[in-house]
């Protein structure tokens, strides 16, 4: 079942903060969260395992609360290169690393 | 190393029509998989292979066929092309160890008239 991520659009200033959240009704094994630029491929962040700790590296970071089965991505101090749609993919169990994707959330960073 | 590569990067195609989509990585990853993205929404599986000879059906099967002779190619076949397959297709690939997550190539947009 898609994993269902909020919100769907959110339009910043540069160097403000955004939240996004990723909530599946399954359990989860792992998070992955990817951002895409339009008309590329999606490019990775960082993957979230069930039982591991934050992540994060710059100013994006991930969070997985395994007793909510939800994972946020913070983005903070955002940057024009932060624009794009951010993906998180979900996987079920260790079988294969196939990823069941949210619908997405498109930010929009603005000078 | 190359990556994920993929062929063609465009093509169009009639109701009818069969063609094949190419995907190679140079990695040496145990799992190829591809997915399917329609216009504003998020990416959809159609078949993954988890190592050579060993396919098995997404979320988006049909209309579609899939075979891995080697570990280093994955094509995956149209056999009736019909307008709904209209979309972008991406290959991706990863290892099978903890931690690792799939790395995707530049993908093939796919008009079908």
């Known amino acids: 079942q898609q994993p269902v991520q909020s919100p769907q659009a959110v339009i910043l200033r540069e160097g403000e903060d955004a939240v996004i959240n990723c909530s599946s009704s399954?359990?989860?094994?792992?998070v992955h969260w990817y951002r895409q630029k339009h008309g590329e491929a999606p490019v990775f962040l960082m993957i979230?395992?069930?039982?591991?700790e934050q992540k994060g590296h710059d100013k994006i970071s991930a969070s997985f609360n395994e007793k909510k089965q939800q994972s946020s991505l913070y983005l903070t101090a955002s940057q024009l290169s932060y624009s794009g749609t951010y993906f998180c993919g979900t996987e079920r169990n260790n079988a294969g690393n196939m990823l069941t994707f949210g619908g997405g959330t498109r930010l929009m960073v603005k000078p | 190393n190359a990556g994920v590569t993929q062929t063609p990067k465009f093509q169009v195609l009639k109701t009818g029509q069969s063609m094949t989509l190419q995907c190679a990585q140079d990695?040496?990853?145990?799992?190829m998989s591809w997915y399917r993205q329609d216009p504003g929404m998020g990416l959809r599986l159609i078949h993954y292979s988890v190592g050579a000879g060993i396919t098995d059906q997404g979320e988006v099967p049909n209309g579609y066929n899939v075979s891995r002779s080697t570990t280093e190619d994955f094509p995956l076949r149209l056999l009736s092309a019909a307008p709904s397959q209209t979309s972008v297709y991406f290959c991706?690939?990863?290892?099978?160890?903890?931690?690792?997550?799939?790395?995707f190539g530049p993908g093939t947009r796919l008009l079908v008239l």
């Open positions: 990695m040496n990853h145990e799992y």
């Open positions: 399954k359990a989860l094994y792992s």
């Open positions: 979230l395992l069930k039982g591991g």
């Open positions: 991706a690939s990863s290892t099978r160890r903890d931690g690792e997550t799939q790395y």
